[in-house]
């Protein structure tokens, strides 16, 4: 059974940064797409980032671009979200989700979630 747990979260000022890590077990780490989303009170989950099994070609949110960083270690069975610049509307629930097929923007068809991990930037 694959299973997706987050971490890194916590409580920070604007402008502030966090690293979010989610490790994964119970599969082929290396043959998954990796995906960061969001979810603020009220409102509905959205995409953050994605990476493809090799790292490479990233997708970000527009609002994300420059900002957040995504990357991946596949000899530990980890991706990670770097967050800089941080501002009060990036809080959130922030989620990683896997797929054995490509990196997209879509919410839809992930394979596995994790429970997520509090992100909160105060102003």
């Known amino acids: 059974q694959v299973q997706l747990a987050e971490s890194g979260g916590g409580l920070v000022q604007t402008g502030g940064t966090l690293l979010l890590s989610c490790s994964v077990s119970?599969?082929?780490?290396?043959?998954?797409?990796m995906g960061w989303f969001r979810q603020a009170p009220g409102k509905e989950r959205e995409f953050v980032a994605a990476?493809?099994?090799?790292?490479?070609?990233?997708l970000y949110a527009d609002s994300m671009k420059g900002r957040f960083a995504i990357s991946r270690d596949n000899a530990k069975n980890t991706v990670y979200l770097q967050m800089n610049s941080l501002k009060p509307e990036d809080t959130a629930l922030y989620y990683c989700a896997a797929d054995r097929g490509p990196i997209r923007r879509g919410l839809g068809g992930w394979d596995y979630w994790g429970q997520g991990t509090q992100v909160t930037v105060s102003s």
């Open positions: 119970g599969g082929t780490f290396r043959s998954y797409a």
């Open positions: 990476i493809n099994w090799s790292g490479g070609s990233p």
